[in-house]
Nanobody, 126 residues
Framework: QVQLVESGGGLVQAGGSLRLSCAAS????????VGWFRQAPGKEREFVGA????????YYVDSVKGRFSISRDSAKNTVYLHMNSLKPDDTAIYYC???????????????????WGQGTQVTVSS
């Protein structure tokens, strides 16, 4: 059973930066894909990006490319979402999720992830 705990959310002004952390524990974590999703009030949960733990390969949705990046620290079993040039539209609850050996084509779909963190609120003021 994989467990995920997010941290690092908060209030930031437009143009600012935040780094979210997703601390993972459980068996074979290095064989998982870890995705980041977000959900704004009244909207569907949206894929932000993901990282394949064993080789660090990443993929991002177009709306965050060039502003967000994902990295992992295997020694700490932690995945990070680095968010720069934040916009008010980035305001949402951010979740990390994990799935074992998830095929690349399945990364953007929330339903393909088995394990979820509790979420952390990010608020970007204008």
């Amino acid at each position: 059973q994989v467990q995920l705990v997010e941290s690092g959310g908060g209030l930031v002004q437009a143009g600012g930066s935040l780094r979210l952390s997703c601390a993972a524990s459980g068996p074979s974590i290095s064989m998982h894909t870890v995705g980041w999703f977000r959900q704004a009030p009244g909207k569907e949960r949206e894929f932000v990006g993901a990282i394949r733990w064993n080789d660090g390969y990443t993929y991002y949705v177009d709306s965050v490319k060039g502003r967000f990046s994902i990295s992992r620290d295997s020694a700490k079993n932690t995945v990070y979402l680095h968010m720069n040039s934040l916009k008010p539209d980035d305001t949402a609850i951010y979740y990390c999720a994990a799935a074992y050996r998830l095929a690349y084509a399945m990364w953007p779909e929330a339903r393909n992830y088995n394990y979820w963190g509790q979420g952390t609120q990010v608020t970007v003021s204008s």
